[in-house]
């Protein structure tokens, strides 16, 4: 067991674990955008810095990467935490100016508006977390897009930005993306996933007639785990 | 090539018997082939030795060798003949039947390939009285001069692979790790980490697979200390790298070196294959038991490769991108096992200090920096070149007594060490000691040993948006400090150098640095903004003037000058209305002066550069 100290408060725990997990688990709020529990951290959004200290120095972390050690001493909200993170989402803020969850976590910290020129303010909504590409690499396993290009023109993308061939439909992307930079739509027997240039069309269930979800995602689960050729004929409300 | 070699005597025999070729009494005639004497023509110069030593009348004559770099650049291409030491400087094709007829046929020197000397001016024969060359200590680049790279004939001649031999049958990888830690080496790649200390924490770290990388990734632009180094003496790295496979526990090792270095490349490639087939390289290096081998990667041209984990992950054949390391790459870097990567200098310094002891490298140097340091001296000064010079030594030594200071008619304004995040240093600090903790205490550090002298025609406001542009297109665009930060800082030094700076703009600058060098990633993030708080904490009364009075001191930033034409001294000669790409001078007739219409006028400096009678105004 380690034993370390989070905003004054002393906890025990298992080694192996980080920082961000310790404070979650005792109800510690610490902001993130890039992280999810299904997906190995990845230290992007740089939202979930802490301040830590072994003795007279401390340091700026990123808590969803950094392992929790004996005797670590942990602030999640000192004026140097706090100071950097207005910065970092102010850089946010800039970016995705009309973003509602990125106007939301400004807001709470006080920022109506970014502190640059207004002719350059932008109004994107990805802030390249890398989520949509981390999810489909590790938990689909598919590996439909990548990020691309390096510095302020990276962006996640299909492969040659043309459509992304590899892409099963399942949507994990939509889904993961904390900022709802992916757009994705069902019409009627067809998913479209605009960011990918991709078409589906959807399986109808046999019971209730209801299209429900992408054939190419459901022939991959099939073959994936040997299921019969029948299995996904009826959907999951009907089963 | 000589037989393979089994033993440390076999080794030794073979040193013997290439010394005792060296001793035939020839002169020899060192032409340095070096990556910054090819624009100036020394693959000519070459060939015209060669040719005129395959004459029978001159064959016997002289030895030519062929070598990496001999530092003093800015008048290569370099000739150096022994005995004599005779430095001959910017020599030609055509000087070549000269100095065969005059200097190694009959000694006589010939005064127009000798060195001046740009403070006294005073010709100098002998390289060892070249104040370039006086002040620094080339334990490590000095051996380029000595030996032709692709030969691994001349590098065990002059003692090379006697430190390997004397690591693998005599020392334990204990002892090994021991020596270095002792001598006080430091990471020459520019944090300066204590290079024993880490071979120890990678050897104790769990794991049977284990690796050593060379970091020949050097990016900075105006930096080629380490493509001077890999280029001109490839085996003193390799067999700094198969010393360190040992002592740490490893049997794979790779040189990750940068595609655009391509002699580099080359030499390395040649150096590797020689060892292999002498068994330098292989099962049973020297008899030792010991096994070792290494594979030389191309890098794709990213700066930020240069840094542990992404370089790691280009290795791998993932993209370049770095990762939080506070898991350790001694304990989990390349394919997750240990690995121990240091730089080409840092491979380099140990074989010397295998041979000569810790002892003997301890007594060069400061009490937190030991050894040399290689640097590239480039920028507004008259020697430019590779200087390898002792820790401890001051800016203003470097830059006046080796660098022959600055050139004719301006004044010292800044020196920036490290590379592009590295800091500028003004001229109050020029008596500062270098060395690791020196500059990282005054806003710059070691980096990449990049040391760019600047004078006064150099805006720095300019200077500090140049570097950043830089790396904000090397950003690898991970995280938002790095990616979005340097992107708003850009903007704001580009509006300030447009005169559409306001004052807030300078506390807007601080708070951004502040929050890339506490927040960013990796350390290309958190060591970027130097370059910006360096000119601010220096020459806050250039920015001043740029916000405040739209005013470019130094006449650089073009949205804030201006030409005009001085009447009184304008003759009306017409070079500048013949230089002026914008046809915005007209001519008036002889002996009336010309008219400039700044309408028309696109700043280009055409016209001021042009005229030397000092008749057209900037301000």
Redesign the interface.
């Known amino acids: 067991m380690i034993n370390l100290d989070i905003d004054g408060r002393e906890f025990k725990t298992e080694e192996g674990k980080t920082i961000l997990q310790v404070a979650r688990e005792n109800g510690i709020d610490i902001p993130t955008l890039c992280h999810h529990e299904t997906i190995e951290p ?5 939202l979930c ?1 802490v301040e830590i200290s072994k003795g007279a120095r401390s340091k ?3 808590s969803c ?3 929790v050690e004996e005797g670590l001493k942990v602030k999640t909200d000192s004026p ?1 935490v706090m ?2 993170r207005k ?2 989402l102010e ?2 803020l ?2 995705c100016s009309k973003n509602e969850v990125i106007k939301e976590l400004a807001s709470q910290m006080g920022i109506e508006r970014p ?3 207004s002719e ?1 303010i932008e109004d994107n909504d990805c ?2 977390c ?1 989520l949509c590409v981390r999810a489909c690499e590790q938990v689909v396993g598919v590996s439909a897009i990548s ?1 691309v ?6 962006e996640p993308a299909p492969p040659f930005l043309e459509a992304a061939t590899a892409c099963i439909g399942c949507g994990s992307c939509y889904y993961i993306c904390p900022t709802g930079a992916i757009k994705m739509e069902d019409r009627e027997d067809t998913r479209i996933l605009y960011n990918w240039k991709v078409e589906f069309k959807l399986k109808k269930c046999k019971v209730c007639g209801n299209y429900w979800a992408p054939e190419k995602q459901l022939e991959y689960i099939r073959k994936k785990w040997g299921l019969s050729e029948d299995f996904f004929d009826i959907c999951p409300t009907c089963k | 090539m000589p037989n393979k070699l089994g033993s440390k005597q076999d080794l030794e025999t073979l040193q013997k018997d290439l010394i005792n070729e060296r001793k035939s009494g020839k002169p020899t005639i060192a032409v340095c082939n070096g990556t910054a004497c090819h624009p100036y023509g020394c693959a000519q110069l070459i060939e015209a030795f060669k040719e005129a030593l395959s004459k029978q009348s001159l064959g016997n004559k002289a030895e030519l060798r062929i070598t990496g770099c001999h530092g003093l650049c800015e008048k290569g291409p370099i000739v150096v003949i022994q005995p004599g030491d005779i430095f001959y400087q910017k020599v030609k094709a055509e000087d070549v039947p000269e100095i065969l007829h005059e200097t190694i046929s009959k000694g006589n020197i010939i005064d127009r390939l000798l060195h001046t000397d740009p403070i006294t001016g005073s010709t100098i024969v002998h390289r060892h009285e070249i104040p370039f060359y006086c002040k620094q200590e080339r334990n490590i680049l000095g051996n380029n001069v000595e030996i032709n790279p692709t030969k691994i004939e001349d590098y065990i001649a002059i003692g090379g692979y006697t430190a390997l031999a004397k690591a693998l049958l005599e020392m334990t990888p204990e002892q090994i790790i021991e020596e270095i830690k002792r001598s006080g080496l430091r990471g020459r790649g520019g944090a300066g980490f204590p290079t024993g200390t880490k071979w120890e924490s990678c050897r104790h770290a769990p794991g049977d697979t284990k690796y050593v990388i060379v970091n020949a990734d050097e990016g900075d632009p105006g930096a080629y200390a380490n493509e001077g180094l890999l280029s001109g003496n490839p085996h003193s790295v390799l067999e700094g790298l198969i010393i360190g496979g040992y002592a740490i526990g490893a049997s794979q090792g790779y040189v990750y070196v940068r595609n655009e270095y391509p002699l580099a490349l080359a030499n390395i490639t040649i150096a590797l294959n020689q060892a292999q087939q002498l068994g330098l390289l292989g099962d049973n290096i020297l008899g030792s038991g010991f096994d070792f081998n290494v594979l030389i990667t191309r890098g794709g041209g990213a700066f930020v490769c240069g840094e542990s984990t992404a370089l790691m992950a280009s290795l791998e054949g993932k993209v370049g991108e770095p990762r939080a390391k506070y898991i350790h790459t001694v304990e989990k870097g390349l394919w997750n096992r240990p690995s121990n990567l240091n730089n080409v200098e840092t491979w380099s310094n140990v074989p010397v200090i295998i041979n000569k002891g810790a002892d003997w490298y301890r007594t060069l140097g400061t009490d937190g920096s030991k050894g040399t340091k290689i640097f590239s001296l480039v920028g507004k000064i008259n020697n430019t070149g590779l200087v390898e010079v002792p820790m401890g030594i001051t800016l203003r030594e470097i830059i006046y007594d080796t660098g022959g200071g600055i050139q004719v008619g301006k004044k010292f304004k800044a020196v920036q060490t490290g590379g592009p995040s590295g800091g500028c240093l003004p001229e109050n600090l020029l008596d500062l000691p270098v060395d690791f903790d020196e500059l990282t205490k005054a806003g710059s550090m070691m980096g990449s040993g990049g040391m760019i002298v600047m004078d006064e025609t150099t805006c720095m406001v300019d200077i500090a948006k140049y570097f950043l542009t830089f790396l904000e297109e090397e950003s690898c665009g991970k995280c938002v400090p790095c990616r979005e930060g340097m992107k708003r800082m850009r903007q704001i030094l580009n509006d300030i150098t447009e005169g559409k700076g306001n004052e807030a703009d300078i506390d807007l600058l601080e708070r951004l640095s502040a929050t890339l060098v506490d927040s960013s990633l990796c350390a290309l993030g958190n060591t970027a903004p130097n370059p910006v708080i360096t000119t601010i904490r220096y020459f806050r009364d250039e920015y001043e003037a740029h916000i405040k009075e739209k005013r470019c001191p130094a006449g650089v930033c073009k949205a804030l000058i201006h030409y005009y034409i001085i009447e009184e001294k304008c003759p009306g000669c017409g070079l500048c209305v013949k230089a002026c790409p914008e046809k915005a001078i007209t001519f008036m007739g002889k002996k009336k002066p010309v008219v400039l219409d700044e309408s028309k006028c696109i700043k280009c400096g055409a016209c001021y550069d042009v005229c030397n009678l000092e008749a057209i105004g900037k301000d």
């Open positions: 990845y230290g992007a959004c740089r810095i700026i972390v990123t990467l950094y392992p140097r100071s950097n910065m970092i850089l946010l800039a970016r502190p640059f020129k350059y802030i390249v890398g990020l290009n390096r510095g302020i023109t990276k």
